[in-house]
């Protein structure tokens, strides 16, 4: 609003206000509907309907979230959901989440993600839609997953990689930086934090959420005024409620794992030497040959412009690189409101670049035959189709539509 706000601006200040107080809130949190088509040990893999009679077209899309945070990265409210925008461009879209992490998960550590969480679900997903090779698209720790996968096994069907604020040199952070030199005293048996996470058997939901909130201190403190500055505007309000409700479902870490992120990736910055060490392997990021678009936040706090820059570096097996610098903090450069004109602007260019080409269907031409003689019409012959394997068909009933998924 203006410093002396206008009629009109009063008037639609005080309509969200009402709304906000008679309806619980501006925002529509509805999540997009979906079905679940694979599960096993913290994954489950989503598959989004379209809308109404509409169609899929073209290969699939999976997302990957990160551990910690909800899917809700990708679906936060309508209007400024990824999930949204891909199915009503007719893209089949698949989604990898990991549910409740507790106690007795602590002993998983990064290679449950990166040989069988993630993996499998690239493969269930190509699976799903025909054996088509697939588009994999993630967050934060998500897209690190997403790429030690796809460096690790070239004999998954990936038909490119898009990583979205992916912190590769933790150096280059401003609030890992300053007490990265303290993180080695006492050694590595010693230190507080090692015996913290072992105690708790990881990183806690509390924990998380306040880390995450604590990444953008500035904007939490400033949050009042911005709020009471744009009174008038629903959309700026109902982004601030669905981030709120993001930030209220973080997730717990698993203790392992938080313990190899925290001693390799950020004490020991391997993803920066472009090697990360597994217990029983070292991925290189050099074998990575799958295309690869890099977005970078503008305004990212958790991952800065100049810590996601050096993969650009490190990928030299990649023919088809992209690094994108696009406005917005590490959830806004995601599923914000500039991100509808910036972000997925950019995948669908990309995403249609890199399309398999659809397969050639042979035109069958029937060969002239000469006038035959009148006879007697026949009676058409009963097909010999079975029931629920006509793909043209639509089917009414739970039970038929139920046999055109067996298919």
């Not at 949050?223 to 744009?230: D, F, L, M, S, V």
């Amino acid at each position: 609003m203006d410093l002396i706000p206008t009629p009109d601006q009063v008037v639609s200040a005080a309509a969200n206000v009402a709304h906000k107080v008679l309806y619980g809130g501006l925002a529509d949190l509805r999540p997009m509907p979906r079905t679940l088509i694979d599960d096993g040990v913290l994954r489950e893999v989503y598959h989004y309907r379209p809308r109404g009679s509409a169609r899929e077209h073209g290969d699939p899309v999976l997302l990957v979230t990160p551990l910690a945070a909800p899917a809700l990265c990708f679906d936060l409210r309508r209007g400024c959901s990824l999930v949204e925008h891909f199915v009503d461009a007719g893209r089949p879209t698949y989604l990898v989440e990991y549910g409740e992490v507790s106690f007795a998960n602590r002993s998983l550590g990064m290679e449950h993600w990166v040989d069988e969480v993630v993996p499998a679900a690239i493969t269930e997903v190509s699976k799903h839609a025909g054996g088509r090779p697939v588009h994999v698209v993630g967050w934060s720790l998500g897209a690190i997953f997403a790429l030690l996968v796809a460096a690790d096994r070239p004999d998954l069907p990936i038909a490119s990689l898009t990583t979205v604020g992916a912190p590769v040199d933790v150096t280059q952070v401003p609030l890992v930086a300053p007490i990265r030199p303290f993180l080695g005293l006492g050694g590595e048996r010693a230190g507080l934090v090692t015996q913290a996470y072992r105690i708790m058997g990881g990183a806690p939901k509390p924990l998380v959420r306040r880390a995450y909130q604590l990444s953008s201190f500035d904007k939490l403190v400033t949050r009042p005024i911005a709020i009471a500055a744009k009174l008038d505007d629903a959309d700026f309000l109902a982004q601030v409620e669905a981030v709120d409700r993001f930030t209220r479902n973080m997730i717990a870490y698993p203790g392992r794992t938080f313990g190899q992120l925290y001693h390799r990736l950020l004490k020991g910055n391997q993803l920066a030497t472009g090697t990360v060490s597994l217990d029983d392997r070292e991925i290189s990021l050099a074998d990575l040959t799958v295309p690869l678009l890099a977005f970078a936040g503008a305004s990212d706090g958790i991952a800065p412009v100049q810590s996601v820059r050096p993969v650009v570096d490190l990928v030299t097996g990649v023919d088809d690189l992209r690094f994108e610098v696009v406005p917005g903090g590490h959830l806004g450069m995601l599923t914000g409101r500039a991100a509808r004109g910036s972000t997925w602007r950019i995948m669908d260019e990309w995403l249609t670049r890199h399309a398999t080409p659809e397969p050639a269907t042979k035109a069958t031409k029937k060969p002239a035959k000469k006038p035959a003689k009148k006879t007697a019409p026949r009676k058409k012959a009963a097909s010999k189709q079975a029931i629920g394997t006509n793909p043209d068909r639509r089917y009414g009933s739970a039970s038929s539509r139920s046999l055109a998924a067996d298919r």
